[in-house]
């Protein structure tokens, strides 16, 4: 393959066709390599790697159609400046110039008041280490601003595996092939993690049974030989049922326990609490089903075969979702799984990577500015965040709040208030985005960022062990820039002076791993491996303190916490309520990834419009039919949008796909509108997952 690109933040338009290696930048455990073909300085075609094991030559829907959205006539060519009301959408053109030296002028106001006043808000709208947090967090610690606790998706699966397992590590996904069991629990695998289902398949052919635990009858669920649907929350009874029946029948594998476990007996004591039918009643499920399972589990031991278990973060978005993954990764340890290639589990595997992050990140320059230990905002709770008047602990008043890779008024829980804070007139909001998004509506200034065909960047995974590296494949559209260059800019003007501020983006993509990967591979393949063992725990050797897997964490107990997983009810239990008695989660629709290509046609085409599913059992009381609109409500707000009658919704629970933009709703809302902002049991993570609703038919207009 040829190279288009230059060294450069940005690429230089190649003069032929060529073709371009880079990596998906979405918010997906797949991390596909891509292969952009370029004539005449366009795009003309994107393919996944055929060369690359993980990606196979395929991509998803959503990212086939990324040229759609690269060349979408709605990119952002241009920096705005709003000139309406807040909120009102409508900008006028300015320079680069102009803006930075206004944006600059604000910021250096405010922070001379109290830097901590400056709130920057980011997530995954790119995984890249580069265009993602480096030259942002420097700019950030340098000024003193406040630090944003990245919460919002996965931080209660994360601190539930890191006192449990020792980090986000796992088994290798490319393993469940030689699973003979493989659970996919809280994951819809077919829409979100594509390129396990491919591996699934592969031991499904060979075999294997697969299980999908989850509320939702998903395609996934469709294409598994059991689905227990259970209800939302109420996943560490069932590990615990599992783990009751192992014990009881002696699926249970006492040497593993002994030598490389912390409290299987305290564990064991749990669980034995925990019979099938204590569980079914508290999941909604039929005491067969779990014992049915249990049943498939105790074979595979018995025939000494390996169970692979493929969580995803579905499962932990309620008040117990941490304790949740914690009662799940107990299981592999009791069945001795981890021993055997194919058995273990994966969640998340990014702690296997060696990201040097006080490198890219410059944590130290806290020390060189106006505030060396600012406050942290949690990005779940931004609505409240945005409307506080300051004082006490809170710190100061949110006076500016820079977004960049996230649209918070529309992923982010109680959106009702993030829109109220966003609308605040003293607020100064900056937001760099690739589309006018529900976010961008709400900025003073608007400037228009480049994708990811169009700048350097460098990738980890959460779902392999492979690092990818991203050469932009052709010039920026417009006058894009990559957030590295804003923030870079805006280093400049606002006087800081430290090198670290002139690295350019290749610079930044080389100090992400160091001497740790191989940098010419990535320049040459694109990709390069991590040295992961195929079975990593097979004698143990956790990266935990004590070396093994802690059923039992001693960090945990000495917080006051349950050093146990704990089986805790959600902050809004099923039924607890009258007024509000279904259960809301709000999954991923297929062609969607959060609120990202909701804008594109073929996409949103193939999604039809924002709805609400619901089962039957649940419509029929009510009145409502296929396709009538409804409103669905509860204390925090009302959202007005269109039922789909359907048994993929188990009763008791409606789902609500997402993430619509606000705009794209019958009256401007979607379903963050009912979701709250409390937060999780580990992690400080958001409960989208633990909403409970009301649903009623609205009269025909
Ligand atoms: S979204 Fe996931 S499956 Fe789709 S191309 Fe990106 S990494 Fe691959």
Redesign the pocket.
């Known amino acids: 393959m040829t190279h288009a690109a230059s060294t450069h933040g940005t690429a230089a338009a190649p003069a032929h066709d060529a073709t371009v290696l880079g990596a ?1 930048p ?1 918010d ?1 455990p ?3 390599s891509l292969v952009t073909t370029v004539r005449a300085g366009r795009a003309v075609y994107l393919r ?1 790697n055929p060369d690359h094991p993980q ?1 196979a030559g395929v ?2 829907t ?2 086939s159609r990324y040229l759609e959205r690269v060349y979408h006539p709605q990119r952002l060519t241009q920096p705005l400046r709003r000139v309406g009301p807040k909120g009102a959408g409508r900008f006028e053109p300015v320079s680069w110039d102009e803006a930075l030296d206004d944006i600059a002028a604000r910021l250096r106001a405010i922070a001379a008041r109290d830097p901590q006043a400056i709130v920057p808000y980011s997530y995954a709208g790119t995984m890249g280490l580069v265009q993602g947090e480096a030259m942002a967090a420097r700019f950030f610690h340098r000024l003193g601003a406040s630090l944003l606790d990245r919460t919002i998706c996965s931080s209660a699966g994360a601190a539930a595996l890191q006192v449990t397992l020792g980090g986000k590590v796992g088994m290798p996904v490319h393993t469940f092939a030689d699973s003979r069991l493989i659970l996919i629990w809280g994951s819809h695998s077919i829409a979100s993690n ?2 396990f289902w491919r591996v699934a398949q592969q031991a499904k052919r060979c075999g294997a049974k697969l299980v999908c635990i989850d509320p939702r009858r998903t395609e996934t669920a469709d294409k598994c030989d059991l689905h227990l649907a259970l209800r939302p929350g109420t996943d560490a009874a069932l590990a615990y049922a599992l783990m009751h029946e192992c014990f009881v029948h002696g699926w249970v594998d006492h040497d593993y326990l002994q030598r490389h476990t912390v409290g299987w007996q305290a564990l064991r004591a749990r669980a034995l609490q925990w019979p099938p039918a204590r569980a079914a009643a508290v999941c909604g499920l039929p005491v067969a089903a779990i014992e049915a399972l249990a049943r498939e589990l105790g074979a595979c031991f018995e025939r000494g075969e390996p169970i692979g278990i493929r969580l995803n973060y579905g499962m932990q978005r309620t008040r117990g979702g941490g304790n949740a993954v914690r009662a799940v990764a107990c299981l592999p340890a009791v069945l001795g799984a981890w021993r055997r290639r194919g058995g273990g589990l994966l969640l998340s595997s990014s702690g296997w990577f060696p990201v040097q992050r006080d490198v890219l990140y410059r944590p130290d320059l806290l020390a060189r500015s106006p505030c060396p230990q600012p406050r942290t905002i949690n990005m779940s709770t931004i609505g409240d965040a945005l409307l506080h008047p300051g004082g006490g602990s809170f710190g100061p008043r949110i006076e500016a709040l820079i977004v960049y890779n996230s649209n918070p008024a529309a992923v982010a829980p109680q959106s009702g208030r993030v829109v109220q804070g966003l609308r605040r007139d003293d607020l100064f909001t900056v937001v760099l985005e690739q589309f006018q998004t529900d976010t961008a509506d709400h900025a003073d200034y608007l400037l228009p960022a480049t994708t990811q065909l169009e700048h350097w960047d460098i990738h980890l995974s959460y779902g392999h062990t492979d690092v990818l590296l991203n050469r932009p494949a052709i010039a920026p559209q417009g006058q894009a820039w990559p957030n590295t260059a804003v923030f870079r800019a805006l280093a400049r003007r606002l006087g800081f002076d430290e090198p670290c501020f002139d690295d350019d983006d290749l610079t930044l993509c080389r100090q992400a791993f160091g001497t740790a990967v191989d940098f010419e591979r990535l320049l040459r393949d694109g990709w390069a491996p991590l040295p992961v063992p195929d079975v990593p725990f097979a004698d143990g050797g956790f990266p935990t303190p004590s070396g093994k897997c802690e059923l039992f964490s001693a960090a945990l107990a000495a917080q006051g916490l349950d050093g146990l997983p704990e089986v805790l009810p959600n902050h809004e239990p099923a039924g607890a309520d009258p007024r509000y008695p279904l259960a809301m989660i709000s999954p991923p629709a297929r062609h969607f ?1 959060n609120s990202t290509f909701v804008n594109v046609k073929s996409l949103r085409d193939a999604e039809g419009e924002p709805c609400l599913e619901i089962h039957p059992d649940d419509a029929a009381p009510r009145g409502i039919a296929d396709g009538d609109t409804v409103e669905v409500f509860n204390d925090r707000g009302r959202h007005r949008t269109r039922a789909r009658v359907t048994t993929r919704a188990r009763p008791g629970v409606v789902v609500g796909l997402g993430i619509w933009w606000r705009k794209d709703g019958l009256d401007g809302t979607n379903v963050n509108e009912l979701t709250s902002q409390a937060l999780t049991d580990l992690g400080r993570a958001p409960t989208f997952y633990d909403c409970a609703v009301q649903v009623r038919r609205c009269a025909a207009a």
Do not use: E, Y
Request: overall charge neutral.
């Open positions: 998906c979405h997906c797949d991390t596909c996944g990606t991509l998803c959503k990212v594509l390129h990834l």
